[in-house]
């Protein structure tokens, strides 16, 4: 179960996000990372909507001119990237104010300004 | 019914987003009554908690779910009480603070409504989904009142906070992801009936993520590090706000929740949230201790208290369950008072830092007695509402066998009061310096909501008298005891009525 495709390649993005946040001091380098981590969790989300086949679960006897997905999955995440485009617009907004009173964006010279 | 203590505040939001920023008057009467409304509503629906069953709304097709609903069961109620009595004192305190402070009054009603909303809807929300919406509603708004004094040192401690929660969303939004995969389903109750906790490696890395998701939340230790820089700069009422409402609605809120009713009470969890609470109630006091900010002390003291409330809910017995139940509404009464005594000197002396405070006592008589009283508070001396829920958190260590738990939190106790032995020292009680001899006490808006508080903190322990504990704190604790199987049952019997 774990093992599965999906479960590697989208926490493979996520970590890779992760990192980048972490390991960054540059504050566009984080809101790369963070919208990185969201797409993973997006991405991760739309597969496990996919059903084999595009086949409904449970009605066996189905018609095959039409096929599905899981409709509830499709929902949520165009609402999760509208959230997670709100949170990321927010934290460029600070970033540009940051920009313009200290004339950087690393985090560690921000601090040394401040001293 | 239930639906009202969410909408009314997001009303509240789309009215005076049309208001004139120059129309001041109205924007504030409309704030007062709609605080006021909220409160009402709240009281109503813990009236009809109390008489009987819990209050189920389904709400049909939402996202295309039929099962979508909220429920107000008896430990919704607890919270969204103590979260509404708490948004209607910091309205009426803000009214003069942030005229003082010259801060946009229209921004800041609308997203301190917005936040509100957000945590109602968290409180009574019975899905994931909405969970994660109302969440991320009070976060992004929370965000930008943390920058709301618009200084240029604010927007780091506002970066800060935001990388931290983004980050957190993410993880309560991975851990729905994993939750979903497994059983097809994110309402509560489905979650809870369907769920079994095998240890594999899945369900592990479920937990691992669901729970520092939600610590990020509460702010415990490991996962402070944005607390006290937030907290330092948003607005005093803010930060009042901060360590009131917003740490627990959305993060210890879920916490019991989820770990209540849908992990039953997992043993290594608890173990887990215990040290998690030590580990805090230590860091945060010793670190407190060396603050000369009145407000990042106070902060620090936040996360120290948050301790507390963690060691007696993982001690899993009902003593500790009810005395980090009475702690929580304890703490949420005498740290946003010390707060607003914060944002009373801040906005009567224009100083944040202790050393440059002194013999304010004689100046602001009411915000150094109310000062006091929080401070013998939240320090567990005998009288007052902190010694009681203490007493029963340490009782309960003493009997679920962690007595090195039960040594540190007293220990503790003795630190918090020998840090606010120097807040009174430094801050009220001294010489009165020079430059503070024209300071006068705050007006009557800002002292009222004050005494209030500190009235509450002196007869807050009737809370705990028989008859009256099982009529507010008890019905949260039977939600948390009833486990699994009453959450599912108290469900459906209210979906029936």
Redesign the interface.
Known sequence: ??LELEYIFSSFI?VAG?IA?VLNKN?LK?IIG?SL??YS?CL??VV?GYTYMGQIPIIEQHETSFRIV????Q??VM??LL?EL???V??SV??Y??HK??GTLN?DE?RKL?G | MVTLLFFIPIFAVIAISFINGERIKTIKTISVLTACAELIVSVRVFTRVLSGTPVVKIAHNV???NDYYFMADGLSILFVLVVNSLLLLVTVFSLEYIKRRGIGVKQYFMFLFAVFAGINGTLISGDL?GIF?FV?LA??SS??LT?MDRK??N??A??KY??F???S??LL??SM?FI??KI?S?SLADISGLWTIYR???NM?TLVVLISALCIKSAIVPFHFWAPDAYVSAPSPISAVFSGAINKGLGVYLLMRFSANILAFDRVIMQLLAFLGVVSIVIGVVLAIYQWNYKRLLAYHSISQLGYIFLGFSAANPVGILGALFHLVNHSIFKPLLFLTAGSIETSTGKSDLKEMGGLSKKLPVTSFSSMIASLSISGVPPFNGFWSKLLIIIACVRAEMYVYALIAAAGSILTLSSFLKVQRYAFYGFLKDENKNVTESPLSMTVPMIILAFLCVFLGILLLPGIDRSFLGLALDVIMSGKEGYCNAVSEGMLK
């Open positions: 179960m774990i996520f992760f946040v504050i984080t963070l981590m969201g969790v991760f989300f496990r899981d409709p509830l999955v929902s949520l609402l999760l959230i709100l949170s990321l927010l934290l600070m970033a104010k940051i009173h200290y985090l921000i401040k | 996202l295309g779910l989904i919406i991320e976060s992004i965000y930008i920058a240029d040192e927007y780091e506002a970066i935001i990388v929660g983004t980050i969303s993410l939004l991975l992801a979903y995969s097809s994110l594999n490696v899945g890395a």
